[in-house]
């Protein structure tokens, strides 16, 4: 039975580097159609808020798990040949969409009712509104929770395990299959995701000092 060493940890951080490449592709994707879902969500046409709003509760309600086994062997079973990849990544953006893109609502929306009025009254267009005025304050407001999100996307990586993605977690299991040295293998998995999630908790924190962002 082989030992844990420099053999199984390189193992791990080759499963580190899958789950940054799947928690970038995800946030990346679905961080576009997040910005979609929020402007429909606030979208002055009642049938576009409410089909947003219907696709929001249905992704929301959906455990994230479930999503990676529908994205993917749903798919299979319709006869697409989706790589484990793949198919995390759509679950993933789904989640994302869905949950960024509330997110970014309750951050628009929170500008003042005044700021949209004001700037209605100097003859802006929505475009223009949305461009100069409300998306340069939302943005400030959206920093810590979105990128709070951001280092739960991380750790929600994990899960895509289930779909037989080597990533951290399920190299951490298959490294623990072979040495049976549970403690050891699975500090080292916990030491890497804070080394992948504590420098985004610090750039968050900068972003926060630069924006003069105040939780």
């Known amino acids: ?6 053999n199984q940890f390189v193992f791990l951080l080759h499963g580190a580097v ?6 970038v592709l995800s946030l990346v994707i679905g961080a576009v159609f997040a910005f979609v879902v929020a402007l429909c969500r606030i979208s002055g046409s009642r049938t576009v808020r409410a089909i947003s709003a219907i696709y929001v509760q249905a992704i929301q309600g959906t455990p994230l ?7 993917y062997f749903g798919l299979n079973i ?26 970014w609502r309750g951050s628009l929306l929170s500008i003042p009712r ?17 461009r100069h005025i409300i998306l340069p304050q939302a943005v400030k407001i959206s920093i810590p929770p979105t990128v709070t999100f951001m280092v739960q996307i991380v750790k929600n990586t994990s ?4 779909i037989g993605f080597v990533e951290l977690t399920q190299a951490g299991k298959l490294v623990n299959n072979s040495t ?7 500090l080292c998995v916990a030491a890497l995701y ?8 610090l750039w968050g924190r900068h972003l926060e000092k630069q924006y003069n962002v105040v939780r």
């Open 18 to 23: 899958w789950t940054i490449a799947l928690s």
């Open 78 to 103: 319709l006869g697409v040949d989706v790589p484990a990849l793949v198919g995390a990544t759509i679950a993933m953006t789904l989640y994302v969409s869905a949950f960024l893109g509330e997110v």
């Open 65 to 71: 798990m479930v999503l990676m086994l529908i994205s």
């Open 114 to 130: 005044t700021q949209w009025e004001a700037s209605e009254c100097l003859g802006h267009s929505r475009a223009a509104r949305m």
């Open 194 to 201: 804070f080394a992948v999630c504590y420098p985004i908790s």
């Open 159 to 162: 899960l895509a395990s289930i």
């Open 1 to 6: 039975m082989p030992e844990f060493g420099p």
């Open 180 to 186: 049976f040295q549970p403690f050891v293998c699975f």
